[in-house]
Protein backbone atom coordinates (compact mmCIF):
# COMPACT_ATOMS: atom_id res chain seq x y z
CA UNK A 1 0.00 0.00 0.00
CA UNK A 2 1.26 3.50 -0.96
CA UNK A 3 2.22 5.55 2.08
CA UNK A 4 0.07 8.50 2.53
CA UNK A 5 1.67 11.52 1.08
CA UNK A 6 -1.44 14.53 2.03
CA UNK A 7 0.55 17.95 2.99
CA UNK A 8 -0.07 18.82 6.77
CA UNK A 9 -1.84 21.89 6.33
CA UNK A 10 -4.68 20.35 4.43
CA UNK A 11 -5.43 17.60 6.73
CA UNK A 12 -4.70 19.87 9.66
CA UNK A 13 -8.53 21.11 9.46
CA UNK A 14 -9.86 18.00 9.52
CA UNK A 15 -7.87 16.07 12.13
CA UNK A 16 -9.40 19.29 14.32
CA UNK A 17 -12.88 18.21 13.38
CA UNK A 18 -11.94 14.84 15.15
CA UNK A 19 -11.99 16.90 17.98
CA UNK A 20 -15.41 17.38 17.65
CA UNK A 21 -16.72 13.32 16.89
CA UNK A 22 -14.61 12.14 19.91
CA UNK A 23 -16.38 14.55 22.05
CA UNK A 24 -20.00 13.12 20.81
CA UNK A 25 -18.55 9.60 21.29
CA UNK A 26 -17.56 10.40 24.76
CA UNK A 27 -20.95 11.91 25.16
CA UNK A 28 -22.29 8.70 23.73
CA UNK A 29 -20.48 6.71 26.54
CA UNK A 30 -21.74 8.61 29.59
CA UNK A 31 -25.42 8.97 28.46
CA UNK A 32 -25.13 4.70 28.05
CA UNK A 33 -23.23 4.42 31.83
CA UNK A 34 -19.89 3.67 30.48
CA UNK A 35 -18.36 6.60 32.72
CA UNK A 36 -18.67 9.58 34.57
CA UNK A 37 -18.09 13.33 32.79
CA UNK A 38 -20.12 16.39 33.56
CA UNK A 39 -18.67 18.18 31.14
CA UNK A 40 -18.43 17.07 28.37
CA UNK A 41 -22.01 17.80 26.75
CA UNK A 42 -21.25 21.54 26.81
CA UNK A 43 -18.56 20.63 24.27
CA UNK A 44 -21.20 18.42 22.17
CA UNK A 45 -23.77 20.26 19.70
CA UNK A 46 -25.57 17.19 18.31
CA UNK A 47 -25.58 13.91 20.72
CA UNK A 48 -25.31 11.22 18.77
CA UNK A 49 -26.21 7.52 19.81
CA UNK A 50 -23.10 5.55 19.04
CA UNK A 51 -22.95 2.00 18.73
CA UNK A 52 -21.96 -0.88 21.55
CA UNK A 53 -18.67 -1.38 19.67
CA UNK A 54 -17.59 2.42 19.71
CA UNK A 55 -19.13 3.00 22.84
CA UNK A 56 -17.07 -0.11 24.28
CA UNK A 57 -13.52 1.22 22.54
CA UNK A 58 -13.85 4.78 23.89
CA UNK A 59 -14.50 3.14 27.52
CA UNK A 60 -11.31 0.96 27.23
CA UNK A 61 -9.17 4.05 26.02
CA UNK A 62 -10.69 6.34 28.59
CA UNK A 63 -10.01 3.41 31.50
CA UNK A 64 -6.40 2.64 30.52
CA UNK A 65 -5.67 6.53 30.69
CA UNK A 66 -7.10 7.22 33.69
CA UNK A 67 -5.49 3.90 35.25
CA UNK A 68 -1.90 4.94 34.67
CA UNK A 69 -2.69 8.35 35.62
CA UNK A 70 -4.05 7.30 38.65
CA UNK A 71 -1.21 4.85 39.29
CA UNK A 72 1.20 8.53 38.21
CA UNK A 73 -1.28 10.28 40.82
CA UNK A 74 -1.18 7.94 43.73
CA UNK A 75 2.43 7.12 43.07
CA UNK A 76 4.60 8.36 46.68
CA UNK A 77 7.48 11.18 46.15
CA UNK A 78 9.38 12.63 48.71
CA UNK A 79 9.87 11.46 51.96
CA UNK A 80 6.00 12.26 52.86
CA UNK A 81 4.82 11.91 49.34
CA UNK A 82 4.83 15.60 49.45
CA UNK A 83 6.15 16.50 45.88
CA UNK A 84 4.33 18.19 43.35
CA UNK A 85 3.39 16.88 40.31
CA UNK A 86 2.26 18.03 37.19
CA UNK A 87 0.17 16.67 34.04
CA UNK A 88 0.85 18.00 30.67
CA UNK A 89 -1.29 17.01 27.53
CA UNK A 90 -0.63 17.75 24.32
CA UNK A 91 -3.37 18.15 21.57
CA UNK A 92 -5.82 18.28 23.80
CA UNK A 93 -8.98 19.07 22.71
CA UNK A 94 -12.06 19.51 23.94
CA UNK A 95 -11.20 17.07 26.93
CA UNK A 96 -12.07 17.40 30.38
CA UNK A 97 -10.00 15.41 32.35
CA UNK A 98 -8.65 18.27 34.32
CA UNK A 99 -11.93 19.60 36.35
CA UNK A 100 -13.05 15.69 36.45
CA UNK A 101 -9.84 15.73 38.76
CA UNK A 102 -10.94 18.50 40.67
CA UNK A 103 -14.49 17.08 41.18
CA UNK A 104 -12.26 13.39 42.83
CA UNK A 105 -9.76 15.94 44.95
CA UNK A 106 -7.25 14.33 42.66
CA UNK A 107 -6.42 17.46 40.75
CA UNK A 108 -2.66 17.76 40.47
CA UNK A 109 -0.25 21.05 41.35
CA UNK A 110 -0.55 21.82 37.94
CA UNK A 111 -2.56 21.17 34.94
CA UNK A 112 -1.34 22.21 31.55
CA UNK A 113 -3.44 21.75 27.92
CA UNK A 114 -1.97 22.87 24.53
CA UNK A 115 -3.72 22.61 21.15
CA UNK A 116 -4.01 24.84 18.39
CA UNK A 117 -5.37 28.03 18.61
CA UNK A 118 -8.55 27.23 16.62
CA UNK A 119 -9.43 24.53 19.48
CA UNK A 120 -7.98 26.60 22.21
CA UNK A 121 -10.09 29.41 21.94
CA UNK A 122 -13.35 27.87 21.30
CA UNK A 123 -12.61 25.59 24.50
CA UNK A 124 -11.62 29.26 26.53
CA UNK A 125 -15.37 30.59 25.38
CA UNK A 126 -17.04 27.34 26.79
CA UNK A 127 -14.61 27.25 29.60
CA UNK A 128 -15.73 31.42 30.40
CA UNK A 129 -19.21 31.23 29.74
CA UNK A 130 -19.86 27.91 30.98
CA UNK A 131 -20.16 28.57 35.11
CA UNK A 132 -20.07 25.03 36.10
CA UNK A 133 -16.44 25.11 34.66
CA UNK A 134 -15.76 28.16 35.47
CA UNK A 135 -16.20 27.64 38.93
CA UNK A 136 -14.06 24.96 39.14
CA UNK A 137 -10.62 27.26 37.92
CA UNK A 138 -9.48 30.30 40.68
CA UNK A 139 -11.30 33.26 40.78
CA UNK A 140 -8.34 35.31 39.63
CA UNK A 141 -7.96 33.23 36.57
CA UNK A 142 -7.56 35.04 33.27
CA UNK A 143 -9.13 34.01 29.94
CA UNK A 144 -8.63 35.40 26.75
CA UNK A 145 -10.58 33.89 23.99
CA UNK A 146 -8.83 36.16 21.53
CA UNK A 147 -5.87 34.29 22.08
CA UNK A 148 -7.22 31.01 23.16
CA UNK A 149 -5.62 31.45 26.72
CA UNK A 150 -6.54 30.61 30.27
CA UNK A 151 -4.31 31.03 32.82
CA UNK A 152 -4.90 29.90 36.53
CA UNK A 153 -2.82 28.92 39.33
CA UNK A 154 -3.56 24.92 38.48
CA UNK A 155 -4.98 25.25 34.98
CA UNK A 156 -3.09 26.40 31.88
CA UNK A 157 -4.64 26.26 28.31
CA UNK A 158 -2.52 27.33 25.98
CA UNK A 159 -2.27 27.49 21.95
CA UNK A 160 0.95 25.98 20.61
CA UNK A 161 2.42 24.39 17.27
CA UNK A 162 3.36 21.31 18.56
CA UNK A 163 5.91 20.75 15.53
CA UNK A 164 7.38 23.95 16.76
CA UNK A 165 9.84 22.61 19.71
CA UNK A 166 11.41 26.80 20.14
CA UNK A 167 7.45 28.05 20.58
CA UNK A 168 6.89 24.63 22.89
CA UNK A 169 9.81 25.74 25.37
CA UNK A 170 8.47 29.19 25.48
CA UNK A 171 4.50 27.87 25.98
CA UNK A 172 6.19 25.36 28.78
CA UNK A 173 7.90 28.23 30.80
CA UNK A 174 5.10 30.73 30.30
CA UNK A 175 2.79 27.62 31.72
CA UNK A 176 4.98 28.01 34.65
CA UNK A 177 5.93 24.21 34.59
CA UNK A 178 8.85 23.01 36.30
CA UNK A 179 10.97 20.22 34.00
CA UNK A 180 11.86 18.52 37.87
CA UNK A 181 9.08 17.67 38.59
CA UNK A 182 7.16 14.32 38.68
CA UNK A 183 5.38 14.74 34.73
CA UNK A 184 2.71 13.00 33.01
CA UNK A 185 2.41 13.77 29.36
CA UNK A 186 -0.52 12.56 27.33
CA UNK A 187 -0.89 12.18 23.16
CA UNK A 188 -3.89 10.52 22.62
CA UNK A 189 -4.05 10.23 18.48
CA UNK A 190 -1.67 13.36 18.03
CA UNK A 191 1.32 12.27 16.59
CA UNK A 192 0.51 10.30 14.76
CA UNK A 193 -1.44 13.26 12.60
CA UNK A 194 1.87 14.59 12.48
CA UNK A 195 4.84 14.29 9.82
CA UNK A 196 7.25 11.63 11.50
CA UNK A 197 10.42 13.91 12.10
CA UNK A 198 8.46 15.93 13.91
CA UNK A 199 6.49 13.68 16.21
CA UNK A 200 10.35 12.45 16.68
CA UNK A 201 11.51 15.52 17.86
CA UNK A 202 8.68 16.08 19.98
CA UNK A 203 9.53 12.74 21.82
CA UNK A 204 12.91 13.69 21.94
CA UNK A 205 12.02 17.38 23.21
CA UNK A 206 9.90 15.81 26.10
CA UNK A 207 12.43 13.36 26.87
CA UNK A 208 15.36 15.89 27.47
CA UNK A 209 12.91 18.42 29.15
CA UNK A 210 11.60 16.14 32.01
CA UNK A 211 13.91 13.74 33.75
CA UNK A 212 11.67 12.29 36.05
CA UNK A 213 8.24 11.55 33.73
CA UNK A 214 5.92 9.22 31.95
CA UNK A 215 4.62 10.06 28.60
CA UNK A 216 1.32 8.39 27.46
CA UNK A 217 0.37 7.43 23.63
CA UNK A 218 -2.65 6.02 22.35
CA UNK A 219 -2.95 5.74 18.67
CA UNK A 220 -3.30 3.20 15.72
CA UNK A 221 -1.23 0.21 14.44
CA UNK A 222 -0.95 -2.33 11.61
CA UNK A 223 -1.39 -0.22 8.68
CA UNK A 224 -0.48 -2.93 6.06
CA UNK A 225 -3.19 -5.76 6.75
CA UNK A 226 -6.72 -5.43 5.44
CA UNK A 227 -8.71 -4.09 8.31
CA UNK A 228 -5.52 -1.57 8.59
CA UNK A 229 -5.87 -0.53 5.30
CA UNK A 230 -9.69 0.03 5.61
CA UNK A 231 -9.06 1.98 8.75
CA UNK A 232 -6.80 4.21 6.83
CA UNK A 233 -9.31 4.73 3.66
CA UNK A 234 -12.28 5.37 6.33
CA UNK A 235 -10.11 8.29 7.63
CA UNK A 236 -8.68 9.70 4.21
CA UNK A 237 -12.21 9.73 3.25
CA UNK A 238 -12.92 12.45 5.91
CA UNK A 239 -9.63 14.17 4.67
CA UNK A 240 -7.67 12.96 7.72
CA UNK A 241 -4.24 11.04 7.30
CA UNK A 242 -2.44 9.08 9.63
CA UNK A 243 0.97 10.69 8.63
CA UNK A 244 3.23 8.79 11.24
CA UNK A 245 1.66 5.44 10.88
CA UNK A 246 4.19 3.95 8.62
CA UNK A 247 6.89 5.38 10.68
CA UNK A 248 5.73 3.61 13.49
CA UNK A 249 3.78 0.38 12.54
CA UNK A 250 4.09 -2.02 14.79
CA UNK A 251 4.25 -2.27 18.93
CA UNK A 252 7.88 -2.78 19.10
CA UNK A 253 8.34 0.37 16.30
CA UNK A 254 6.58 2.55 19.14
CA UNK A 255 8.36 1.27 21.62
CA UNK A 256 11.97 2.04 19.54
CA UNK A 257 9.92 5.78 19.08
CA UNK A 258 10.93 6.33 22.73
CA UNK A 259 13.88 4.77 23.36
CA UNK A 260 16.07 5.69 20.66
CA UNK A 261 15.01 9.47 21.84
CA UNK A 262 16.13 8.94 25.38
CA UNK A 263 13.33 7.66 27.13
CA UNK A 264 15.14 5.02 29.92
CA UNK A 265 11.79 2.58 29.33
CA UNK A 266 9.08 1.65 27.34
CA UNK A 267 6.22 -0.66 26.77
CA UNK A 268 3.42 -0.54 24.20
CA UNK A 269 0.09 -3.54 24.18
CA UNK A 270 -2.36 -3.18 21.42
CA UNK A 271 -6.10 -2.75 23.03
CA UNK A 272 -7.06 -6.18 22.88
CA UNK A 273 -4.73 -7.06 25.85
CA UNK A 274 -4.73 -3.32 27.47
CA UNK A 275 -8.55 -4.42 27.63
CA UNK A 276 -8.17 -8.30 28.64
CA UNK A 277 -5.70 -7.49 31.21
CA UNK A 278 -5.40 -3.96 32.56
CA UNK A 279 -8.62 -2.58 32.46
CA UNK A 280 -10.46 -3.93 35.89
CA UNK A 281 -12.01 -6.87 35.75
CA UNK A 282 -14.71 -5.58 37.57
CA UNK A 283 -15.21 -2.44 35.37
CA UNK A 284 -14.83 -5.15 32.84
CA UNK A 285 -18.25 -6.61 34.13
CA UNK A 286 -20.11 -3.86 34.65
CA UNK A 287 -19.98 -2.41 31.28
CA UNK A 288 -20.46 -5.67 29.45
CA UNK A 289 -23.71 -5.79 30.82
CA UNK A 290 -24.80 -2.01 29.48
CA UNK A 291 -25.74 -3.07 25.90
CA UNK A 292 -26.42 -5.71 24.04
CA UNK A 293 -23.17 -6.84 22.15
CA UNK A 294 -22.75 -9.13 19.04
CA UNK A 295 -19.69 -7.69 16.97
CA UNK A 296 -16.81 -10.14 19.06
CA UNK A 297 -14.95 -10.41 15.35
CA UNK A 298 -15.26 -6.95 14.46
CA UNK A 299 -14.20 -5.84 18.25
CA UNK A 300 -11.10 -8.07 18.34
CA UNK A 301 -9.92 -7.01 14.67
CA UNK A 302 -10.49 -2.85 15.79
CA UNK A 303 -8.31 -3.41 19.53
CA UNK A 304 -5.67 -5.12 17.67
CA UNK A 305 -5.42 -1.92 15.65
CA UNK A 306 -5.20 0.18 17.89
CA UNK A 307 -2.46 0.75 21.28
CA UNK A 308 -1.48 2.34 24.56
CA UNK A 309 2.70 3.37 24.69
CA UNK A 310 4.06 4.50 27.62
CA UNK A 311 7.67 5.68 28.24
CA UNK A 312 9.80 6.48 31.24
CA UNK A 313 11.97 9.15 32.23
CA UNK A 314 12.88 7.96 36.00
CA UNK A 315 15.48 9.73 37.50
CA UNK A 316 14.13 10.17 40.83
CA UNK A 317 13.63 6.03 40.66
CA UNK A 318 9.45 7.12 41.72
CA UNK A 319 8.24 4.71 39.11
CA UNK A 320 9.50 1.30 39.45
CA UNK A 321 5.91 -0.27 40.21
CA UNK A 322 4.35 1.83 37.60
CA UNK A 323 2.55 0.48 34.11
CA UNK A 324 0.93 -2.50 32.85
CA UNK A 325 1.78 -5.95 35.05
CA UNK A 326 5.35 -7.31 35.04
CA UNK A 327 4.44 -10.59 34.31
CA UNK A 328 3.12 -10.13 31.31
CA UNK A 329 4.96 -7.52 29.66
CA UNK A 330 6.36 -10.03 27.00
CA UNK A 331 9.12 -7.80 25.10
CA UNK A 332 11.95 -6.52 27.54
CA UNK A 333 13.01 -3.03 26.80
CA UNK A 334 14.91 -2.48 23.86
CA UNK A 335 18.47 -1.17 24.03
CA UNK A 336 18.16 2.35 22.67
CA UNK A 337 20.49 3.22 19.70
CA UNK A 338 22.67 5.59 18.43
CA UNK A 339 19.58 7.51 16.69
CA UNK A 340 19.24 11.26 18.00
CA UNK A 341 16.35 13.04 18.58
Known sequence: MAKPVADWQSNKEAVQATNDDASASKLSCVKKGYMKDDYVHLFVRRPVRRSPIINRGYFARWAALRKLMN?????????????KKQILSLGAGFDTTYFQLQDEGRAPYLYVELDFKEVTRKKATIIETCSQMRDKISATASISRERGEV???CYKLLPVDLRDIHQLNEVIALAGMDPSLPTFIIAECVLIYIDPESSRAIVGWASKTFSTAIFFLYEQIHPDDAFGQQMIRNLESRGCSLLGIHDTP???????????????????WDMLKVYSN????QERRRIERLELFDEFEEWHMMQEHYCVAYAINDAMNFFEDFGFPKDQ??????????ASP
Do not use: M
Open 151 to 153: LSD
Open 278 to 281: FVEA
Open 71 to 83: QFLDTEVGEKGGL
Open 329 to 338: QKHKPIPSSS
Open 250 to 268: TLQAKERLFLDRGWQRAVA
